[in-house]
């Protein structure tokens, strides 16, 4: 998993039936107050908003279980609200 | 998954059988401010896509999960939906 920031929401009119129903949001790699590397797009599991910081399951089977089907055609999703980061590095 | 742009598509004469009867799509990956940000893909279409779209598309295995869940398809990206609104130019 890892730490992104919501960039803000991605709205589609046409989109394949497991996006149904969920928010689709731009996130980025945040650490330390920073975005790193390239945007990409997650899917929303727990009611997350823009300007949030979350945690990202960027790829593998537990993303797609995240959203409910283990053979979604999901690659990254948003698993997590983040409270608080305690980090020495 | 991504942000692209379709930006062309290709004819093939000769394919796998995974991957026979699909249309396939060159997509431009774009960032949340639709600059370019990797090399052009080519890639499957689930949502008749056609050229100079806005799309998302899904990467890895999870592209053939795209197709009825089939596991036989020789599919590693695909076009899962059609943008209409962007609404993080200012993050």
């Known amino acids: ?89 | 998954m991504h942000i692209g742009r379709v930006v062309g598509n290709i004819v093939t004469a000769k394919m796998a059988d995974g991957l026979d009867g699909f249309k396939l799509l060159i997509v431009e990956p774009l960032d949340h401010r639709q600059k370019p940000c990797g090399t052009p893909l080519v890639m499957v279409d689930k949502v008749q896509a056609g050229e100079g779209d806005l799309v998302y598309f899904t990467t890895g295995s999870e592209g053939a999960f795209a197709f009825d869940r089939r596991i036989d398809l020789l599919i590693d990206s695909c076009v899962t939906g059609i943008i209409s609104a962007i609404d993080a130019d200012n993050a």
Do not use: W
Request: net charge negative.
């Open chain 1, 1 to 89: 998993m890892i730490i992104c920031k919501i960039l803000g929401p991605v709205t589609a009119a046409v989109k394949h039936d497991d996006y149904q129903g969920r928010a689709v949001f731009a996130v980025q790699e945040y650490n330390g107050g920073i975005l790193h590397g390239h945007s990409f797009l997650a899917l929303d599991c727990i009611g997350a908003g823009a300007g949030d910081i979350v945690m990202v399951n960027k790829e593998g089977g537990s993303s797609r279980i995240a959203c409910g089907h283990s053979e979604a055609c999901v690659h990254s999703t948003i698993t997590a609200l983040v409270d608080t980061i305690r980090s020495k590095e």
